[in-house]
């Protein structure tokens, strides 16, 4: 009798210590993963380097305004160069996905990849039929997901801060990128399931890149963007 009451009793305790740990195990660290669709705003600029050559000795050049003009004197013949703002801003659709780890239902560490094509205008630049009023970016790196008020009662719970460090590589309008980009997004999630939450997200970013071109230099660029989020944490 004694040892048929043990053993009900570990059938009875066994389940709930298991039932109990769990939820303490899932506070502790659990998966992440982030998806979001949305739509982005491009903006980059740069200073190209017009190299023009005159043979009456005459170096030819863009003013600020986009004006094309033939009066400052090279008496060496040598090609004259000057430097011509161009950029480009464009509209279109936006796509990332993130990995990682939450680490007691406060800080998510994750990595994370972005895909960006937007279409628009290119300024500045003569007609050059080689250069499409498009861009693509490519971007991906590790970043934080912070959210502050995860044990508080009321809904501010749902509202969370992501900062990334992407390296992207892409084109803008004829404008070749190729280096580093901090980006910042918030938004709010609503729980759907334990683990599964559907919210908006708003987020920015700033590109601080170097160019494949030569004739390219000083660019930079930022966009902003908003779109709908899928998260299970």
Known sequence: MKKLL???????????????SAPKQR???????????????????????????SGAGTG??????????????SLSGKPVADEKKISYMGFG????????????????????LELEQTDGSVYGREEDYKVRPRSSFLGGGPGVAFYPFRHSAN??????????VNLFVGDGGGI??????????????????EQLNLGFAAGADILANGAFDSDIKRQSGYGVWVGLKFVKK
Not at 29 to 41: C, E, I, M, P
Not at 155 to 164: D, E, F, P, S
């Open 6 to 20: 043990l053993l009900l009793i570990v059938l009875l305790v066994v389940p709930s210590f298991g039932e109990e």
């Open 27 to 53: 506070r502790r660290s659990s998966f992440y993963f982030d998806a979001t669709v949305g739509v982005a705003l491009r903006y980059l600029w740069a200073d190209q380097i017009v190299r023009e050559t």
């Open 60 to 73: 030819c050049h863009f003013e600020p305004d986009g004006r094309y003009v033939c009066n400052k004197k």
């Open 93 to 112: 659709p936006l796509f990332s996905v993130r990995f990682g780890c939450l680490i007691k239902g406060v800080f998510a560490i994750f990595a994370n």
């Open 155 to 164: 809904a501010t719970k749902n509202i969370y801060i992501v900062g990334a």
């Open 176 to 193: 070749d990128s190729f280096g580093p980009g901090f980006m910042i997004e918030t938004g709010y999630l609503y729980p759907v399931l």
